[in-house]
Nanobody
Framework: VQLQASGGGLVQPGDSLRLSCVAS????????VSWFRQTPGKGREFVAG????????HYSDSVKGRFTVSRDNAKERVYLQMNDLDPEDTAIYYC?????????????????WGQGTLVTVSS
């Protein structure tokens, strides 16, 4: 499985971005998918995730109410809609797949990682 995250960029505080994660090589429609982020010198931090069907979602406290995770299994895509971005959200964002209904909230529970996409929030 190959996962590719995209959609990052440079935005101002309060702006929105939508990240996409597309799978290739094999389907991830039967796997839970999570988004993590990482800043220099720190480990990967769980941001948001959803079950294979999308019926179950989970968010970190730092993004709850601002970010929304969703998926389109027919297109093998998972999205992260990020609203009201803050400079603290600046990081490289990664998508990862693993599990079914149990949403992976730690990097150790990810089976397949995608390449990251850089999000920079700055005025």
């Amino acid at each position: 499985v190959q996962l590719q995250a995209s959609g990052g960029g440079l935005v101002q505080p309060g702006d929105s971005l939508r990240l996409s994660c597309v799978a290739s090589g094999r389907s991830v429609s039967n796997l839970a998918v999570s988004w993590f982020r990482q800043t220099p010198g720190k480990g990967r931090e769980f941001v948001a995730g959803l079950s294979w069907s999308g019926a179950i979602t989970h968010y970190s406290d730092s993004v709850k109410g601002r970010f929304t995770v969703s998926r389109d299994n027919a297109k093998e895509r998972v999205y992260l809609q990020m609203n009201d971005l803050d400079p603290e959200d600046t990081a490289i964002y990664y998508c990862g797949a693993g599990g079914f209904n149990s949403i992976p909230t730690s990097p150790q529970r990810i089976t397949y990682w995608g390449q990251g996409t850089l999000v920079t929030v700055s005025s």
